[in-house]
């Protein structure tokens, strides 16, 4: 097997309060390959801190310390800030929750991605729009000329989630964190979306950390899933082997889900005690 | 006598119409299912129901009693809101034991020591949360209040916009289970908002599919299992929720 294009071991985030130090997320190991990694959890249970550690985005009073966290063979933690920021986006890129909370409100959808990519590529003006409109254009925007020129106020939920894609996907990175990139968006975009993820992770042959709390929605995206409960991995499995997960956490969790042929009086709710003393 | 009762309703936001020929009836005891993606207008018929949507033509009627465009304090007895957002509606300096109050107060009502400690009994929070403040609280035990608030006057009708969309999926379920419970219970009347299928499934008996502000189709809750709705949105809106005749 080739080498992994992620190795976090033993990565630990902590955040002081008035009690002392709390950990959030407490020792997590993964390796991840040109694959689509699924991290499932609740609120609080440390899944978006992960992906947030990755890229060195937790801030003080935030801490962040692993035994190793190496992307394509160099270790993150001791890269420069500089360094780093050349990695970020252009190597390892991550697509937010909400597009109406991240794109610029007072500049064009095409500025914004031609700025995407003019940080890390020397391109010329018309090469850099041909990428722009040609990127637009991948993630199914139909007039992509028309949108460029638009600003974020003026496109839907969907388009404005399909245009962080397009800002993400366009450096060309070999893995992408996804944090919750659909929960903000209707069902039926939700599947556009994410099918269009799916088929651009594929075709580039990118490593995926897609983050979600809806578990039905990793089951369909991702080989692998991890799932997290108070900053640790209580279960991590193949997609295809959940419905024979073991944990009493994971299993409470699928079997609370409202199921499309929902023929049970009431539903399961998870009993805490089963776990809370491992 | 049907619980609520519309006819033609259309509802505007200053120039802007949003729903357009609406009607439909609930029967009382149903639990009935509002469906669609955000902008089709299902939250706006619950708060043009509520008296927040005041800009509406057609009729309107709950319980029997056509509703005016004037706030109403009978109404108030007789149908109640819970909305989506248990962060937001909770007024953040008031005690849990303030907001159950306060509709007693303005209706008065006596015996309020009484009525909440047994809402409080009936939604499933323990008394020693009577007099803490909403960040004292969990989103879901927030749900709860939120809950026995609206049901503090006794209504025989609740008009639900979202309300577990803001809960992790294990919380979202004791919420479903409650809320349930309660309706069997108490003999209540829901007309719940949501764009979660399965949760229609589980909690309602028929739902109005609607889409740019219409009813494009009432199906039974049955539909959900085998996919049988006529109208193309309906289906579209079913597979795009992952509806498939193997879930």
């Given at each position: 097997?080739?080498?992994?294009?992620?190795?976090?071991?033993d990565?630990?985030?902590?955040?002081?309060?008035?009690?002392?130090?709390?950990?959030?997320?407490?020792?997590?190991s993964?390796?991840?390959g040109r694959?689509?990694?699924?991290?499932?959890?609740?609120?609080?249970?440390?899944?978006s801190?992960?992906?947030?550690?990755?890229?060195?985005?937790?801030?003080?009073?935030?801490?962040?310390?692993?035994?190793k966290?190496e992307?394509?063979?160099?270790?993150?933690q001791s890269?420069?800030?500089?360094?780093?920021?050349?990695l970020?986006?252009?190597?390892?890129?991550m697509i937010?929750q909400?597009p109406?909370?991240?794109?610029n409100?007072?500049?064009?959808?095409?500025?914004q991605?031609?700025?995407a990519?003019?940080?890390?590529?020397?391109?010329?003006?018309?090469?850099t729009?041909?990428?722009?409109?040609?990127?637009l254009?991948?993630?199914?925007?139909?007039?992509?000329?028309?949108?460029?020129?638009?600003?974020?106020?003026?496109?839907s939920?969907g388009?404005?989630?399909?245009v962080?894609?397009?800002?993400?996907?366009?450096?060309?990175?070999?893995?992408?964190?996804?944090?919750?990139?659909?929960?903000?968006?209707?069902?039926?975009?939700?599947?556009?979306v994410?099918?269009?993820?799916?088929?651009?992770?594929?075709d580039?042959?990118?490593?995926?950390?897609?983050?979600?709390h809806d578990?039905n929605l990793v089951?369909?995206y991702?080989?692998?899933?991890?799932?997290?409960?108070?900053?640790?991995?209580v279960?991590?499995?193949?997609?295809?082997?959940?419905?024979r997960a073991q944990h009493?956490?994971?299993?409470?969790?699928l079997?609370?889900?409202?199921?499309?042929?929902?023929?049970?009086?009431?539903?399961?709710?998870l009993d805490?005690s089963?776990?809370?003393?491992? | 006598m049907?619980?609520?009762?519309?006819?033609?309703?259309?509802?505007?936001?200053?120039?802007?119409k949003v729903?357009?020929?609406v009607?439909?009836?609930?029967?009382?005891?149903?639990?009935?299912?509002?469906v669609?993606?955000?902008?089709?207008?299902?939250?706006?018929?619950?708060?043009?129901?509520?008296?927040?949507?005041?800009?509406?033509?057609?009729?309107?009627?709950?319980?029997?009693?056509?509703?005016?465009?004037?706030?109403?304090?009978?109404?108030a007895?007789?149908?109640?809101m819970?909305?989506?957002?248990?962060?937001g509606?909770?007024?953040?300096?008031?005690?849990?034991?303030?907001?159950?109050?306060?509709?007693?107060?303005?209706?008065?009502?006596g015996?309020?020591?009484?009525?909440?400690?047994?809402?409080?009994?009936?939604?499933?929070l323990?008394?020693?949360?009577?007099?803490?403040?909403p960040?004292?609280?969990?989103?879901?035990?927030?749900?709860?209040?939120?809950i026995?608030?609206?049901?503090?006057?006794e209504?025989?009708v609740?008009l639900?916009?979202?309300p577990?969309?803001?809960?992790?999926?294990?919380?979202?379920?004791?919420?479903l289970?409650?809320?349930?419970?309660?309706?069997?219970?108490?003999?209540?009347?829901?007309l719940?908002?949501?764009?979660?299928?399965?949760?229609?499934g589980?909690?309602?008996?028929?739902?109005?599919?609607?889409?740019?502000?219409?009813?494009?189709e009432?199906?039974?809750?049955?539909?959900?299992h085998d996919?049988?709705?006529?109208?193309p949105?309906s289906?579209?809106?079913?597979?795009a929720?992952?509806?498939?005749?193997?879930d």
């Open positions: 097997m080739s080498a992994p294009l992620l190795s976090v071991e990565l630990r985030v902590s955040f002081p309060t008035p009690a002392g130090r709390v950990e959030v997320v407490k020792g997590l993964f390796d991840l694959e689509r990694l699924g991290i499932v959890g609740e609120s609080g249970s440390g899944k801190m992960t992906g947030r550690a990755i890229l060195r985005l937790v801030r003080a009073p935030g801490q962040v310390t692993a035994k966290m992307f394509e063979g160099t270790e993150i890269l420069s800030e500089r360094r780093m920021r050349d970020r986006g252009a190597r390892i890129s937010m909400d109406k909370f991240s794109l409100p007072v500049m064009t959808v095409g500025r991605i031609a700025e990519l003019q940080a890390h590529e020397r391109l010329s003006r018309s090469a729009r041909a990428r722009v409109l040609e990127m254009d991948a993630v199914r925007i139909n007039d992509p000329a028309l949108v460029a020129k638009m600003y974020p106020h003026e496109i939920g388009m404005g989630q399909r962080m894609i397009a800002m993400m996907l366009i450096p060309r990175p070999s893995l992408l964190i996804a944090d919750e990139p659909t929960s903000a968006l209707d069902v039926s975009v939700q599947a556009q994410l099918d269009l993820i799916d088929e651009l992770v594929r580039h042959g990118m490593g995926l950390i897609l983050i979600s578990l089951l369909r991702c080989d692998r899933i991890m799932v997290m409960n108070a900053g640790r991995v279960e991590s499995c193949a997609a295809a082997d959940l419905h009493p956490y994971t299993r409470g969790l079997a609370a889900v409202p199921r499309m042929h929902e023929t049970r009086d009431i539903l399961p709710v805490r089963d776990w809370s003393g491992t | 049907s619980a609520i009762s519309l006819k033609d309703l259309d509802i505007s936001y200053g120039k802007a729903v357009e020929g009607s439909f009836d609930v029967a009382e005891g149903e639990s009935f299912a509002l669609g993606e955000s902008g089709s207008g299902k939250s706006t018929v619950l708060k043009a129901i509520a008296g927040l949507a005041p800009d509406w033509t057609g009729e309107m009627a709950v319980l029997g009693r056509s509703r005016g465009h004037r706030p109403d304090r009978g109404f007895r007789r149908c109640q819970v909305f989506q957002d248990p962060y509606s909770l007024h953040p300096r008031k005690t849990v034991d303030t907001v159950l109050s306060e509709p007693l107060q303005v209706h008065g009502l015996n309020r020591d009484a009525r909440v400690e047994e809402m409080l009994r009936a939604v499933g323990d008394r020693r949360f009577r007099f803490r403040y960040h004292q609280l969990s989103g879901g035990q927030r749900q709860r209040v939120a026995a608030r609206a049901l503090m006057l209504p025989k609740m639900l916009d979202e577990t969309s803001a809960l992790d999926v294990s919380v979202q379920a004791e919420i289970n409650l809320l349930k419970r309660l309706r069997a219970e108490q003999g209540l009347t829901y719940m908002v949501t764009h979660n299928l399965p949760v229609v589980f909690m309602c008996d028929r739902m109005a599919v609607m889409n740019r502000g219409r009813v494009v009432i199906a039974p809750a049955t539909a959900l996919g049988s709705f006529a109208d949105y289906r579209a809106l079913y597979a929720s992952g509806g498939t005749a193997h």
